[in-house]
Structure formats: structure tokens, C-alpha cells
């Protein structure tokens, strides 16, 4: 139980272009998802709380209007890199928290590997 | 705030010896605890979690970790290495009075010579 999945695993794609990204609990019910950047060697950098049917918290220095996030309903959230630059190159990961289980704990989708060219 | 601090960003073990990874935290609340791994170009994986309970806590693949409060410490112990624990592990505490979000450390990537 507890699976997330995470779609695609890896995308390359143009310069200037947009890229969506979707992460889907599949055995349960995630309320709040959570979107994390992480570049090579180094840890993961939260980028946003997304909580189903509201606006997601960004956190400082990340910038909403480029890094759309949608949760709308209790499996499915999307991240979308809009106009992408080479500089968004990086491995983008989920996770959810299951609602039964509270804030113990939360599940991660095996990741996303973005190249801008 | 929350914080953590992963003592070495790399360590090295010989196969079958102990392994030993080192998390220090701060946290003005008490915290919940969480070790997770990761291979290369994968996601994240729990090992074990500390929430209150037995300050002792065992996880998957023979891992534990001991949670002491006055060293404001979690750190990852497996008796024995074996190959297949060559990744990149990650401590991180979960700030559950902001939704249960966690913050990570640094990371440590784990060695093992054959």
C-alpha cells in the first residue's frame, strides 16, 4: 500500500517550451502533496505544499507563476514548468501524506528527470 | 525553525562492517524523525521513522536508529554493511505545525568496498 507514481520519469524538452509533471497517490487519499527540486549531489529543496482544492504555499524564492501547481482532487497533483530554461533542469520529486495516517509520515514518487535544451 | 544537520557528506565502510550515519536536529517542538533512502535517479524510500514512541526505532534492511533527546541526535546505525546499502541517505524532520512538511539534511552517500 501507499504507492505514488509519478509521471513521466524523465522528459526532455525545449527551451521556451512548458512541461507538466503528475503525481498520483494510487492506494490512497493524499489531501496535501508536496513538490521538492533536487539537483545533483545535493538534498531536496521543497518548492511547494499543494493541499487539494486550494491554492498551493510556495515557499521563498519560488516562483509561482513559472512553477503552476494543481491539486485537484485527492490522488492527482501537477506541477507545470512554464517556458522552461535550461537553468530548470533538475530532478523533481513528490510525495503525499496519506489522510489516514496523518502527519507521520508521507509516501514519495520515484522522481522526475527534467532536461531543458 | 527546524533544522538538521547530517554530520559527513560521504562515508565509506568496508562490506560487513558497521555503519554508521550521523543526524543532529533542532526543533523547538518535539520531533518526528524520519531516515530515507535514495538510489540514483529513484525516489525516496523509508527506512524508519521516530514519533514519540520506543526511542529506539528499527527499520527495513536491518537498519535502526536511537533517538536522544539531550544529544538532539538520530543517528542511523546497520551492524553489518553489505553492497546493496552503497546509496545516498537522507535525515529529515517533519515540522508538523506546518502540514507535516519535511526538511531534510544535507544528505550522506554511503560507500561499501567490497
Known amino acids: 500500500g501507499a504507492v505514488v507514481s509519478q509521471h513521466p520519469s524523465w522528459v526532455i524538452c525545449k527551451s521556451g517550451t512548458s512541461v507538466k509533471i503528475e503525481c498520483r497517490s494510487l492506494?490512497?487519499?493524499?489531501?496535501?502533496m508536496f513538490w521538492y527540486r533536487q539537483f545533483p549531489k545535493q538534498s531536496l529543496m521543497l518548492m511547494a505544499t499543494?493541499?487539494?482544492?486550494?491554492?498551493?504555499?510556495?515557499e521563498q524564492g519560488v516562483e509561482k507563476d513559472k512553477f503552476l501547481i494543481n491539486h485537484a482532487s485527492l490522488t492527482l497533483s501537477t506541477l507545470t514548468v512554464t517556458s522552461a530554461h535550461p537553468e530548470d533542469s533538475s530532478f523533481y520529486i513528490c510525495?503525499?501524506?496519506?489522510?489516514?495516517?496523518?502527519?507521520?509520515?508521507?509516501?514519495f514518487g520515484q522522481g522526475t528527470r527534467l532536461t531543458v535544451v | 525553525a527546524q533544522s538538521v544537520t547530517q554530520l559527513g557528506s560521504h562515508v565509506s565502510v568496508s562490506e560487513g562492517a558497521l555503519v554508521l550515519l550521523r543526524c543532529n536536529y533542532s526543533?523547538?517542538?518535539?520531533?518526528?524523525l524520519f531516515w530515507y533512502v535514495q538510489y540514483p535517479n529513484q525516489g525516496l524510500q523509508l527506512l524508519l521513522k521516530?514519533?514519540?514512541?520506543?526511542?529506539l526505532v528499527k527499520g527495513i534492511n536491518g537498519f535502526e536508529a536511537e533517538f536522544k533527546k539531550s544529544e538532539t541526535s538520530f543517528h542511523l546505525t546497520k551492524p553489518s554493511a553489505h553492497m546493496s546499502d552503497a546509496a545516498e541517505y537522507f535525515c529529515?524532520?517533519?515540522?508538523?505545525?506546518?502540514?507535516?512538511?519535511?526538511?531534510f539534511g544535507q544528505g550522506t552517500e554511503l560507500s561499501v568496498k567490497p
Open positions: 492506494d490512497f487519499q493524499a489531501t496535501t
Open positions: 499543494s493541499n487539494e482544492g486550494s491554492k498551493a504555499t510556495y
Open positions: 521516530y514519533t514519540s514512541a520506543a526511542t
Open positions: 510525495s503525499a501524506r496519506d489522510r489516514a495516517r496523518g502527519v507521520t509520515e508521507a509516501f
Open positions: 529529515a524532520v517533519s515540522d508538523h505545525n506546518q502540514g507535516g512538511k519535511l526538511i
Open positions: 526543533s523547538s517542538v518535539p520531533p518526528y
